[in-house]
Protein backbone atom coordinates (compact mmCIF):
# COMPACT_ATOMS: atom_id res chain seq x y z
CA UNK A 1 0.00 0.00 0.00
CA UNK A 2 0.89 3.25 -0.86
CA UNK A 3 1.07 5.36 2.36
CA UNK A 4 1.10 8.99 0.09
CA UNK A 5 -2.59 7.87 -0.28
CA UNK A 6 -3.08 8.53 3.68
CA UNK A 7 -1.37 11.88 3.60
CA UNK A 8 -3.29 15.21 4.02
CA UNK A 9 -2.79 16.48 0.41
CA UNK A 10 -1.76 19.98 -0.06
CA UNK A 11 -3.07 21.02 3.28
CA UNK A 12 -0.31 22.42 5.33
CA UNK A 13 -0.70 20.14 8.55
CA UNK A 14 1.24 21.72 10.74
CA UNK A 15 2.39 25.52 11.27
CA UNK A 16 6.74 25.12 12.55
CA UNK A 17 6.63 23.60 15.43
CA UNK A 18 7.06 25.22 18.60
CA UNK A 19 9.09 23.99 21.88
CA UNK A 20 5.60 23.33 23.59
CA UNK A 21 3.34 22.05 20.30
CA UNK A 22 1.33 19.34 20.88
CA UNK A 23 0.59 16.47 19.02
CA UNK A 24 -3.54 15.92 19.32
CA UNK A 25 -4.69 12.72 19.17
CA UNK A 26 -7.57 13.18 20.95
CA UNK A 27 -11.67 11.97 20.01
CA UNK A 28 -12.21 15.83 19.36
CA UNK A 29 -11.14 18.60 19.04
CA UNK A 30 -8.51 17.36 16.24
CA UNK A 31 -6.03 19.46 14.64
CA UNK A 32 -7.37 22.25 12.55
CA UNK A 33 -5.71 22.80 9.32
CA UNK A 34 -3.56 25.88 8.36
CA UNK A 35 -6.05 27.28 6.00
CA UNK A 36 -8.94 26.99 7.83
CA UNK A 37 -7.30 28.74 10.77
CA UNK A 38 -6.73 31.36 8.13
CA UNK A 39 -10.24 31.83 6.34
CA UNK A 40 -11.19 32.43 10.59
CA UNK A 41 -9.29 35.46 10.10
CA UNK A 42 -10.77 36.92 7.71
CA UNK A 43 -12.84 40.45 7.85
CA UNK A 44 -16.42 39.89 8.45
CA UNK A 45 -19.13 41.59 7.30
CA UNK A 46 -22.53 42.15 9.63
CA UNK A 47 -24.77 38.38 9.51
CA UNK A 48 -27.68 40.06 10.79
CA UNK A 49 -27.95 42.52 7.99
CA UNK A 50 -25.90 41.67 4.66
CA UNK A 51 -27.68 39.15 1.81
CA UNK A 52 -24.12 37.72 1.10
CA UNK A 53 -23.86 36.21 4.37
CA UNK A 54 -26.76 34.66 3.89
CA UNK A 55 -26.09 33.60 0.75
CA UNK A 56 -23.13 32.14 1.82
CA UNK A 57 -24.72 30.19 5.02
CA UNK A 58 -27.37 28.81 2.51
CA UNK A 59 -24.78 27.42 0.48
CA UNK A 60 -22.50 25.91 2.70
CA UNK A 61 -25.73 23.79 3.90
CA UNK A 62 -26.70 22.53 0.09
CA UNK A 63 -23.03 21.55 0.85
CA UNK A 64 -23.45 19.84 3.65
CA UNK A 65 -26.59 18.17 2.42
CA UNK A 66 -24.80 17.09 -1.21
CA UNK A 67 -22.31 15.55 0.70
CA UNK A 68 -24.58 13.21 2.60
CA UNK A 69 -26.83 12.50 -0.24
CA UNK A 70 -29.51 14.39 0.51
CA UNK A 71 -32.13 17.03 -0.24
CA UNK A 72 -33.08 17.32 3.28
CA UNK A 73 -31.47 20.89 4.51
CA UNK A 74 -28.69 21.18 6.95
CA UNK A 75 -28.63 24.38 9.43
CA UNK A 76 -25.76 24.73 11.27
CA UNK A 77 -26.17 26.23 14.63
CA UNK A 78 -23.98 27.83 17.36
CA UNK A 79 -23.25 25.65 19.95
CA UNK A 80 -20.87 22.56 19.74
CA UNK A 81 -22.56 19.53 18.88
CA UNK A 82 -24.34 18.46 22.27
CA UNK A 83 -26.69 21.44 20.90
CA UNK A 84 -27.39 19.75 17.98
CA UNK A 85 -28.83 16.48 19.87
CA UNK A 86 -30.70 18.43 21.92
CA UNK A 87 -32.53 20.57 19.75
CA UNK A 88 -33.39 17.52 18.17
CA UNK A 89 -35.01 16.17 20.91
CA UNK A 90 -36.25 20.06 22.06
CA UNK A 91 -38.43 20.19 18.69
CA UNK A 92 -39.69 16.94 18.12
CA UNK A 93 -40.69 16.00 22.19
CA UNK A 94 -43.86 17.00 24.16
CA UNK A 95 -45.05 16.32 27.84
CA UNK A 96 -45.92 12.31 27.66
CA UNK A 97 -44.25 11.31 24.17
CA UNK A 98 -42.71 7.92 24.11
CA UNK A 99 -39.04 7.97 22.80
CA UNK A 100 -37.20 5.06 22.35
CA UNK A 101 -33.75 5.57 23.85
CA UNK A 102 -31.02 2.83 22.11
CA UNK A 103 -28.11 2.86 24.41
CA UNK A 104 -24.78 0.30 23.90
CA UNK A 105 -22.67 3.66 24.56
CA UNK A 106 -22.34 6.59 26.87
CA UNK A 107 -23.70 8.75 24.31
CA UNK A 108 -26.70 6.52 23.34
CA UNK A 109 -27.70 6.54 27.48
CA UNK A 110 -26.89 10.57 26.98
CA UNK A 111 -30.27 10.90 25.23
CA UNK A 112 -32.20 9.97 28.20
CA UNK A 113 -31.57 13.47 30.04
CA UNK A 114 -32.73 15.51 26.58
CA UNK A 115 -35.99 13.54 26.52
CA UNK A 116 -37.06 13.95 30.54
CA UNK A 117 -35.58 17.86 30.11
CA UNK A 118 -38.80 18.54 27.68
CA UNK A 119 -40.82 15.94 29.50
CA UNK A 120 -41.41 12.89 27.29
CA UNK A 121 -41.20 9.53 28.61
CA UNK A 122 -38.06 8.06 28.05
CA UNK A 123 -37.89 3.89 27.22
CA UNK A 124 -34.03 2.72 27.38
CA UNK A 125 -33.56 -0.47 25.06
CA UNK A 126 -30.40 -1.00 26.38
CA UNK A 127 -27.75 -3.39 24.17
CA UNK A 128 -24.24 -5.01 24.58
CA UNK A 129 -21.87 -2.49 25.17
CA UNK A 130 -18.69 -4.28 23.43
CA UNK A 131 -20.46 -4.31 19.92
CA UNK A 132 -22.70 -2.60 17.62
CA UNK A 133 -26.33 -2.53 17.82
CA UNK A 134 -28.33 -6.11 16.13
CA UNK A 135 -30.82 -5.64 13.90
CA UNK A 136 -31.99 -8.73 15.09
CA UNK A 137 -31.90 -8.08 18.37
CA UNK A 138 -33.72 -4.48 18.09
CA UNK A 139 -36.42 -6.18 15.74
CA UNK A 140 -37.21 -8.40 18.61
CA UNK A 141 -37.34 -5.88 20.78
CA UNK A 142 -39.95 -3.94 18.50
CA UNK A 143 -41.99 -6.83 17.95
CA UNK A 144 -43.04 -6.59 21.72
CA UNK A 145 -42.99 -2.53 21.90
CA UNK A 146 -43.00 0.20 19.33
CA UNK A 147 -45.87 3.15 20.48
CA UNK A 148 -42.65 5.67 19.98
CA UNK A 149 -42.48 8.99 18.72
CA UNK A 150 -39.27 8.24 17.64
CA UNK A 151 -35.84 7.03 18.52
CA UNK A 152 -32.97 7.89 19.39
CA UNK A 153 -29.17 6.17 18.47
CA UNK A 154 -25.50 6.97 18.17
CA UNK A 155 -23.58 5.99 14.75
CA UNK A 156 -20.59 6.43 16.29
CA UNK A 157 -20.00 6.53 19.98
CA UNK A 158 -17.01 8.43 20.90
CA UNK A 159 -16.62 7.06 24.92
CA UNK A 160 -16.10 4.01 23.23
CA UNK A 161 -15.23 3.95 19.42
CA UNK A 162 -18.28 1.17 18.36
CA UNK A 163 -20.15 1.81 15.13
CA UNK A 164 -23.80 1.52 14.83
CA UNK A 165 -24.73 0.10 11.06
CA UNK A 166 -27.38 3.01 11.31
CA UNK A 167 -27.98 2.29 7.40
CA UNK A 168 -29.98 -0.77 8.70
CA UNK A 169 -31.18 0.32 12.00
CA UNK A 170 -32.88 3.35 10.87
CA UNK A 171 -34.90 1.76 7.73
CA UNK A 172 -36.37 -0.61 10.85
CA UNK A 173 -37.09 1.83 13.09
CA UNK A 174 -39.25 3.82 10.27
CA UNK A 175 -40.86 0.64 9.10
CA UNK A 176 -42.64 0.34 12.70
CA UNK A 177 -43.48 3.90 11.85
CA UNK A 178 -40.70 5.40 14.22
CA UNK A 179 -39.21 8.42 13.49
CA UNK A 180 -35.55 8.44 14.18
CA UNK A 181 -32.61 10.90 15.50
CA UNK A 182 -28.96 10.28 15.19
CA UNK A 183 -26.03 11.50 16.62
CA UNK A 184 -23.30 11.61 13.63
CA UNK A 185 -21.32 14.13 15.70
CA UNK A 186 -17.94 11.58 15.11
CA UNK A 187 -19.02 9.32 12.14
CA UNK A 188 -19.63 12.44 10.14
CA UNK A 189 -17.16 12.51 7.54
CA UNK A 190 -14.96 9.95 8.76
CA UNK A 191 -17.74 6.47 8.42
CA UNK A 192 -19.73 6.84 4.67
CA UNK A 193 -23.00 7.70 5.29
CA UNK A 194 -25.98 8.48 3.01
CA UNK A 195 -28.89 10.37 4.77
CA UNK A 196 -31.67 9.55 2.39
CA UNK A 197 -30.65 6.10 1.95
CA UNK A 198 -30.22 5.67 5.82
CA UNK A 199 -34.02 7.12 6.20
CA UNK A 200 -32.58 9.24 8.96
CA UNK A 201 -35.03 12.14 10.32
CA UNK A 202 -33.08 14.37 12.22
CA UNK A 203 -28.89 13.72 11.54
CA UNK A 204 -26.44 15.71 13.96
CA UNK A 205 -22.88 16.30 13.59
CA UNK A 206 -20.00 18.41 15.30
CA UNK A 207 -17.59 20.79 13.72
CA UNK A 208 -14.97 19.48 15.98
CA UNK A 209 -14.45 16.05 14.91
CA UNK A 210 -13.64 14.70 12.21
CA UNK A 211 -14.66 17.82 10.14
CA UNK A 212 -11.57 18.96 11.87
CA UNK A 213 -12.72 22.65 12.12
CA UNK A 214 -12.61 24.25 15.89
CA UNK A 215 -15.55 23.54 18.15
CA UNK A 216 -18.40 25.50 18.39
CA UNK A 217 -20.57 24.84 15.65
CA UNK A 218 -23.09 21.54 15.30
CA UNK A 219 -24.95 20.72 11.74
CA UNK A 220 -27.86 19.45 11.78
CA UNK A 221 -30.15 18.11 9.05
CA UNK A 222 -33.87 17.90 9.21
CA UNK A 223 -36.41 15.71 6.93
CA UNK A 224 -39.80 16.56 5.84
CA UNK A 225 -40.81 14.00 8.41
CA UNK A 226 -40.16 15.22 11.26
CA UNK A 227 -40.37 18.99 9.80
CA UNK A 228 -44.18 17.91 9.64
CA UNK A 229 -43.79 16.52 13.25
CA UNK A 230 -42.81 20.02 14.95
CA UNK A 231 -45.55 22.18 13.47
CA UNK A 232 -48.13 19.56 14.12
CA UNK A 233 -47.09 19.93 17.62
CA UNK A 234 -50.17 20.50 20.43
CA UNK A 235 -47.60 22.58 22.48
CA UNK A 236 -44.69 25.09 21.56
CA UNK A 237 -41.42 24.12 21.49
CA UNK A 238 -39.75 24.94 25.70
CA UNK A 239 -36.43 26.43 24.39
CA UNK A 240 -35.63 29.59 21.92
CA UNK A 241 -31.81 28.36 21.79
CA UNK A 242 -32.40 24.58 21.28
CA UNK A 243 -35.12 25.20 18.62
CA UNK A 244 -35.06 24.15 14.85
CA UNK A 245 -38.24 25.74 13.69
CA UNK A 246 -36.97 29.07 13.38
CA UNK A 247 -34.43 28.22 10.66
CA UNK A 248 -36.66 26.86 8.28
CA UNK A 249 -37.40 30.73 7.04
CA UNK A 250 -34.09 32.39 7.62
CA UNK A 251 -33.74 32.79 3.95
CA UNK A 252 -36.89 34.14 2.84
CA UNK A 253 -37.01 36.34 6.21
CA UNK A 254 -33.19 37.21 5.69
CA UNK A 255 -33.36 36.33 9.85
CA UNK A 256 -31.92 34.35 11.93
CA UNK A 257 -33.07 33.14 15.68
CA UNK A 258 -29.50 34.83 16.92
CA UNK A 259 -26.53 36.28 15.63
CA UNK A 260 -24.31 34.06 13.38
CA UNK A 261 -20.98 33.26 14.39
CA UNK A 262 -19.36 34.37 10.94
CA UNK A 263 -15.86 33.81 11.34
CA UNK A 264 -16.75 30.57 12.55
CA UNK A 265 -18.88 29.59 9.84
CA UNK A 266 -16.29 30.88 7.01
CA UNK A 267 -13.96 27.82 8.85
CA UNK A 268 -16.38 25.48 9.22
CA UNK A 269 -16.62 26.06 4.96
CA UNK A 270 -13.16 25.57 4.20
CA UNK A 271 -12.54 22.38 6.08
CA UNK A 272 -16.10 21.07 4.30
CA UNK A 273 -14.44 21.94 1.50
CA UNK A 274 -10.92 20.47 2.54
CA UNK A 275 -13.37 17.31 2.90
CA UNK A 276 -14.86 17.05 -0.01
CA UNK A 277 -11.99 17.87 -2.11
CA UNK A 278 -9.90 14.57 -0.24
CA UNK A 279 -10.36 11.45 -2.49
CA UNK A 280 -8.69 9.62 0.10
CA UNK A 281 -10.68 10.59 2.86
CA UNK A 282 -13.11 7.21 3.99
CA UNK A 283 -9.86 4.68 3.09
CA UNK A 284 -7.41 6.78 5.03
CA UNK A 285 -9.81 6.81 7.97
CA UNK A 286 -10.11 2.67 7.90
CA UNK A 287 -6.57 1.82 7.06
CA UNK A 288 -5.45 4.03 9.67
CA UNK A 289 -7.98 2.62 11.90
CA UNK A 290 -7.17 -0.70 11.35
CA UNK A 291 -3.43 -0.23 11.65
CA UNK A 292 -3.79 0.70 14.60
CA UNK A 293 -6.20 -2.17 16.50
CA UNK A 294 -3.39 -4.49 14.94
CA UNK A 295 -0.35 -2.86 16.17
CA UNK A 296 -2.34 -2.52 19.95
CA UNK A 297 -3.38 -6.02 19.84
CA UNK A 298 -0.21 -7.73 18.67
CA UNK A 299 1.54 -5.30 21.06
CA UNK A 300 -0.28 -7.54 23.75
CA UNK A 301 -2.87 -4.67 24.70
CA UNK A 302 -6.79 -5.40 25.34
CA UNK A 303 -9.07 -3.51 22.57
CA UNK A 304 -12.47 -2.57 24.32
CA UNK A 305 -14.08 -3.45 21.69
CA UNK A 306 -15.29 -6.99 20.38
CA UNK A 307 -16.91 -6.29 17.09
CA UNK A 308 -18.19 -3.05 15.31
CA UNK A 309 -14.75 -0.99 15.36
CA UNK A 310 -15.38 3.02 14.26
CA UNK A 311 -12.70 4.18 12.03
CA UNK A 312 -12.90 7.45 14.14
CA UNK A 313 -11.53 6.23 17.95
CA UNK A 314 -9.18 3.25 19.45
CA UNK A 315 -10.35 2.50 23.16
CA UNK A 316 -7.80 0.05 25.00
CA UNK A 317 -8.03 -1.15 28.50
CA UNK A 318 -5.56 0.79 30.80
CA UNK A 319 -2.80 -2.15 31.56
CA UNK A 320 -2.31 -2.97 35.28
CA UNK A 321 0.09 -1.61 36.90
CA UNK A 322 -0.51 1.91 35.76
CA UNK A 323 -3.68 4.42 35.73
CA UNK A 324 -5.21 6.19 33.20
CA UNK A 325 -4.28 9.82 34.21
CA UNK A 326 -0.94 8.65 34.66
CA UNK A 327 -0.67 7.95 31.28
CA UNK A 328 -2.18 11.02 30.06
CA UNK A 329 -0.02 12.94 31.60
CA UNK A 330 2.88 11.64 30.91
CA UNK A 331 2.39 11.57 27.36
CA UNK A 332 1.32 15.34 27.58
CA UNK A 333 4.79 16.44 29.60
CA UNK A 334 6.88 14.17 28.59
CA UNK A 335 6.07 13.70 24.69
CA UNK A 336 3.96 16.30 23.88
CA UNK A 337 1.42 14.11 22.84
CA UNK A 338 -2.10 14.37 23.93
CA UNK A 339 -4.51 11.01 24.27
CA UNK A 340 -6.88 10.52 26.33
CA UNK A 341 -9.05 8.53 29.07
CA UNK A 342 -12.74 8.02 28.68
CA UNK A 343 -16.47 8.97 30.53
CA UNK A 344 -19.37 7.95 31.89
CA UNK A 345 -19.27 4.14 33.12
CA UNK A 346 -15.73 3.68 31.57
CA UNK A 347 -13.72 6.34 33.23
CA UNK A 348 -10.68 5.09 34.53
CA UNK A 349 -10.51 1.72 32.27
CA UNK A 350 -9.73 2.95 28.97
CA UNK A 351 -7.38 4.80 27.22
CA UNK A 352 -8.38 6.65 23.38
CA UNK A 353 -6.34 6.77 20.59
CA UNK A 354 -8.37 9.63 18.43
CA UNK A 355 -7.58 9.21 14.47
CA UNK A 356 -10.49 11.47 12.90
CA UNK A 357 -10.14 14.07 10.62
CA UNK A 358 -6.39 15.86 10.39
CA UNK A 359 -5.88 13.20 13.42
CA UNK A 360 -5.49 10.64 11.26
CA UNK A 361 -2.34 10.90 9.23
CA UNK A 362 0.96 8.66 9.74
CA UNK A 363 3.52 10.59 11.10
CA UNK A 364 1.22 12.27 14.31
CA UNK A 365 -0.05 8.71 14.53
CA UNK A 366 3.22 7.22 14.63
CA UNK A 367 4.72 9.73 17.46
CA UNK A 368 1.53 9.09 19.31
CA UNK A 369 2.32 5.11 19.43
CA UNK A 370 5.71 5.88 19.72
CA UNK A 371 5.43 7.78 22.73
CA UNK A 372 2.83 5.49 24.38
CA UNK A 373 5.02 2.60 23.99
CA UNK A 374 8.04 4.68 26.07
CA UNK A 375 5.49 5.27 28.65
CA UNK A 376 4.47 2.29 29.01
CA UNK A 377 7.72 0.85 29.29
CA UNK A 378 8.95 2.97 31.80
CA UNK A 379 5.76 2.09 33.82
CA UNK A 380 7.24 -1.33 33.71
CA UNK A 381 4.03 -2.73 31.59
CA UNK A 382 5.60 -5.69 29.27
CA UNK A 383 4.94 -5.32 25.02
CA UNK A 384 5.66 -7.91 22.90
CA UNK A 385 6.50 -5.23 19.93
CA UNK A 386 7.38 -1.76 18.80
CA UNK A 387 3.88 -0.06 19.17
CA UNK A 388 5.41 2.60 15.84
CA UNK A 389 7.08 -0.12 13.96
CA UNK A 390 4.11 -2.52 14.32
CA UNK A 391 1.44 0.45 13.21
CA UNK A 392 3.66 0.91 10.17
CA UNK A 393 4.45 -2.82 9.06
CA UNK A 394 0.14 -3.12 9.19
CA UNK A 395 0.09 0.13 6.77
CA UNK A 396 2.48 -1.86 4.88
CA UNK A 397 0.52 -4.69 4.56
CA UNK A 398 -3.11 -3.74 4.41
Known sequence: MDRRQLQLGKKAHHPEWEEDALIMMTPGPTQVSENVREVRSFNVSSPIVDKRFFDFYRETCKRFSRFFG????????????????????????????RVLVIDNGVFGAGFTDFVTMYRGEAVVAQFDYHRPVSCDELKEYLEKDHDFKYATLVHSDT????????????????????MT????????FAEPLNITEAQIDIACGGSQKALSAPPGLTMVCVSETARKAMHERKTPVASFYANLLPY??????????????????????????????DEHLFYRHQVIAKAVRTALQKAGL????????????????????????????ELIEKHHVILTGTIGSLQ???????????????????????????????????????????????????
Open 159 to 178: PSGVLNPVEELCPLLKSYGI
Open 181 to 188: VVDSVTGM
Open 248 to 277: ETYYEKMHFPYTQPISDIYGLRAALEDCMA
Open 70 to 97: TENPFYIMNGEGILGLEAACASLTEPGD
Open 348 to 398: GKLIRIGHMGNNANVPDVSAALEALGTVLGEKGVPLKGDLKELFLTALDEA
Open 302 to 329: SLYLEDGYASTVTAFYVPDGVTDQELVT
